[in-house]
């Protein structure tokens, strides 16, 4: 018997602890060795194209049967995995999580993520790893950088993913919301959402542009809360600028703004399109609980970037047997957890009648 890639991920999906070597050995009475599956994880090579030949027959399926009205966009975001207690290399290493304002040791990620319909798949990812030596005089310290930044991640994504899927918008946060993306999605004949930072600045004609006369979004006044086509600095056309106002769990209110390049958006339109973005926390929570993402007690960047590629896959899994079943991922991993609770007290049961 040898381990599989199919093997692997079924391993994943169907556990509800930890995922080692020596657990699947077990799981398959011995049929393999920890060390064969310890061997096939440093020497399997996994990465996007993985991810795309699963997604893409799906897809495929997805785009004969689109009705003329809908449309596929693609969402970019990025997670950290926080492994605290792991040894630190250049995968598991310290990022700065956004989310949570603080520094955090941990394995940090990159997907694109293509949504239409019911389907929210993986098509691409990347391991942002810090291999590039950075000496800092002032502390005689070396410290290490990524070789690509997060955004450069995303432009290598977006220009493959242009050959293999038909969509219409890029959606993000504003972390993505630069310049050169959304010169970028143009270019490659689309369009883009944004989350837009408050502080950013535009101008309210071709002419202000031209002047240098920018002020801040938060300042801008949205008459009858509709959108305002404005410029940006290093954006030649017209973007399409709204501002959301929201009210905090704790009564507090306060704004949202987004960006567009598609100008003929309604401001329920452009709220709706961007509400898909949701789907890429969906696709985040799933992969750490259901997937088996941060179960594994793998200790090099081969192993580590192995069983994370398959953990992406293992998502896939799931997201086809909702499709196929009607059934969401967690409701999945709850119903299989219950059929082996019951396995498990019907055999205590027997052993102590």
């Not at 630190?88 to 603080?102: G, K, M, P, V």
């Not at 391991?127 to 290598?156: G, I, W």
């Not at 143009?186 to 883009?192: E, N």
């Amino acid at each position: 018997m040898t381990c599989t890639l199919d093997l692997y991920t079924d391993y994943l999906v169907s556990s509800t602890g930890p995922t080692t070597a020596t657990g699947l050995s077990r799981l398959l009475d011995g049929a393999l060795s920890h060390d064969h599956i310890t061997r096939w994880l440093s020497s399997t090579s996994l990465g996007s194209p993985a991810l795309w030949r699963q997604a893409k027959p799906l897809i495929r399926q997805a785009e004969a049967q689109r009705k003329p009205d809908d449309f596929a966009v693609l969402i970019v975001d990025d997670s950290i995995l926080e492994k605290a207690h792991t040894d630190a290399n250049e995968l598991i290493c310290t990022h700065y999580d956004h989310s949570q304002q603080r520094f955090v040791k941990g394995l940090n990620f990159v997907t694109l993520l293509y949504q239409a319909g019911d389907i929210a798949l993986p098509i691409a990812a990347e391991l942002v790893a810090k291999t590039v030596p950075v000496y800092h005089a002032k502390t005689q310290q070396t410290s290490y950088q990524s070789a690509f930044t997060k955004n450069e991640y995303v432009q290598q994504m977006r220009r493959v993913a242009q050959q293999q899927v038909a969509h219409r918008y890029l959606l993000a946060d504003s972390w993505y919301a630069s310049a050169e993306n959304m010169n970028l999605v143009r270019a490659l004949g689309h369009d883009f959402i944004f989350a837009l930072e408050s502080s950013r600045t535009v101008a309210l004609s071709a002419e202000a542009r031209a002047k240098g006369q920018f002020q801040a979004v938060q300042t801008l006044a949205f008459p009858d809360e509709q959108p305002l086509r404005v410029y940006l600095r290093s954006i030649q056309e017209a973007v399409l600028v709204t501002r959301q106002v929201f009210t905090n769990k704790d009564a507090n209110q306060g704004t949202f703004h987004l960006v567009s390049g598609d100008t003929d958006l309604t401001q329920a339109q452009l709220t709706t399109i961007y509400q898909r973005r949701w789907k890429v926390e969906e696709y985040h929570k799933s992969l750490k609980q259901n997937a088996s993402m941060g179960k594994s007690p793998t200790k090099t960047p081969a192993t580590q970037t192995t069983h994370f590629f398959a953990a992406l896959l293992a998502y896939g899994k799931l997201e086809i047997l909702k499709l196929k079943y009607g059934i969401g991922h967690f409701r999945l991993k709850a119903q299989r957890y219950t059929v082996g609770l019951k396995a498990m007290y019907q055999q205590l049961a027997h052993l102590t009648a």
